[in-house]
């Protein structure tokens, strides 16, 4: 039987995911006007939306550079046109954020907090996200609107968008450790702040850092891998952002992440098996 008071928005990876977990009804969520919202809200009558619609782009962030306005229109107008429908029909909105919009300084090891302004405006993908973000953060401390800022999602099984997916493809794998968002444990993570109905910003991002590398060795376990080099990241010349992210807000809130690390055995045997 479907969760018919969960809606998400959002047939991409991550909506799949979530819609999986929580058995609820799932729209593609096509919103290019206040009325196309209404219309699926007045179809679905949720008592809470969760937004996954977003563009990443076919092979990776670059390519939204190629789809400028349908870029904008997913990771910027979309989500400010939901929440301005959810707080008219007093709906919670939670909008699937991003971690890619802040400069990282290794040399410090801090990790970013939910407080700290995001900061990273080189890539067009990263300020679309911001744009969105912005305005839902400020509308969080008057309105039910959760913001779930997750991190290069990993998953048990295969998908383009899964970062194993892709590590497997590269004959390079980059040296810098980042925060990771395991799906399984995102799941766990939001139904624990729905039930707490938190709002505002969330980091939901396992504790701990993943090097890629180290993901690969847990991989080889298990089944054959094609050589790959490991090199810096400055070495590849493109432009994004490696950082890590804390956990601490979230573990205040009643939920501990597991450690990246600690996940990746079940990870790959899990993966390997639904090959």
Known sequence: MKNKSILILGKGFIGERLQEEFKCPISAGHIR?????????RKYKPRTII???????????????????????????APVILAECALRHNIKLVHISSGCIHHYDYKK????????SPDFLDLFYSRSKIYSESALKVLSK???ILILRIRIPLDSRKHPKNILDKLLCFKKLISEKNSVTYLPDLSKALRHLLKVNATGVYNVVNRGALSYPDLIQAYKKYARVKRYR????????????????????LEKSGFKMRNINSVLEECVKNYVKSL
């Open 109 to 116: 090891n801090k990790p970013i907090s939910e407080d700290i």
């Open 230 to 249: 490991v090199v810096p990241f400055k070495s590849l010349k493109l432009v994004r952002t490696n950082l890590l992210m804390s956990t601490r807000k």
């Open 142 to 144: 008057n309105y039910n």
């Open 33 to 41: 006007t206040f009325s196309d919202a209404e219309k699926i809200i």
């Open 51 to 77: 937004n996954c619609i977003g563009v990443t782009g076919k092979r990776n962030v670059d390519d939204c550079e190629l789809k400028i306005d349908s870029t904008l229109f997913a990771n910027s107008f």
